[in-house]
T-cell receptor, first 116, second 119 residues
């Protein structure tokens, strides 16, 4: 079964608008972490934001925020004021604590295109 | 501060050839990882090294071997390349190798990737 689901293979957003990238996850572990990574066309994987399952507040990092809804098991990434440089693939990932190593599971990704 | 450095960036092999992908990190991280990325499948873990001197299989280890040469370096070897190993390979490192009893904000930092084609 898919542990991480990203239902939007491709998304478009107008420059300066906000966009939400969806991520749902599946775990029975009460303690887990959620990550978002960005992969521009140049290929590198860039860490954006982290949310712990016990964190009281939604994580924010500059223009990135994570809309964490624990009961729904969703961890959507919100990018405010989109810029052309935000065009990239975005991966949601999860770490569960009940593993013998730092196992991070990645979703299939969402391609975001920012339109001028 | 270079972070995680992978070499080469591109490689074309013929079926049956061997090669080693190199990875080095300068962040004094304990743990290192090798992933492969295929279209529509995200990243899948091939091998990891939780600490210097240890290596273990990940999700898709068949056809690969690894060596944790020292704390900085973690190499991935394809002994007899197959077309199914055509992929983009990423090395990553993190401070700790496991979450332990508490869940730490243990970020995995990635190299720029190696694009490998096996003909």
């Amino acid at each position: 079964a898919q542990k991480i689901t990203q239902t939007q293979p491709g998304m478009f957003v107008q420059e300066k608008e906000a966009v939400t990238l969806d991520c749902t996850y599946d775990t029975s572990d009460p303690s887990y972490g959620l990550f978002w990574y960005k992969q521009p066309s140049s290929g590198e994987m860039i860490f954006l934001i982290y949310q712990g399952s016990y964190d009281q507040q939604n994580a924010t990092e500059g223009r990135y925020s994570l809309n964490f809804q624990k009961a729904r098991k969703s961890a959507n990434l919100v990018i405010s004021a989109s810029q052309l440089g935000d065009s990239a693939m975005y991966f949601c990932a999860m770490r569960e604590s009940k593993t013998s190593y730092d196992k991070v599971i990645f979703g299939p990704g969402t391609s975001l295109s920012v339109i001028p | 501060n270079a972070g995680v450095t992978q070499t080469p960036k591109f490689q074309v092999l013929k079926t049956g050839q061997s090669m080693t992908l190199q990875c080095a990190q300068d962040m004094n991280h304990n743990s290192m990882y090798w992933y492969r990325q295929d279209p529509g499948m995200g990243l899948r873990l091939i091998y990891y090294s939780a600490s210097e001197g240890t290596t273990d299989k990940g999700e898709v280890p068949n056809g690969y071997n690894v060596s944790r040469l020292n704390k900085r370096e973690f190499s991935l070897r394809l002994e007899s390349a197959a077309p199914s190993q055509t992929s983009v390979y990423f090395c990553a490192s993190s401070l700790e190798g496991y979450s332990g009893g508490g869940l730490a904000k243990n970020i995995q930092y990635f190299g720029a990737g190696t694009r490998l084609s096996v003909l």
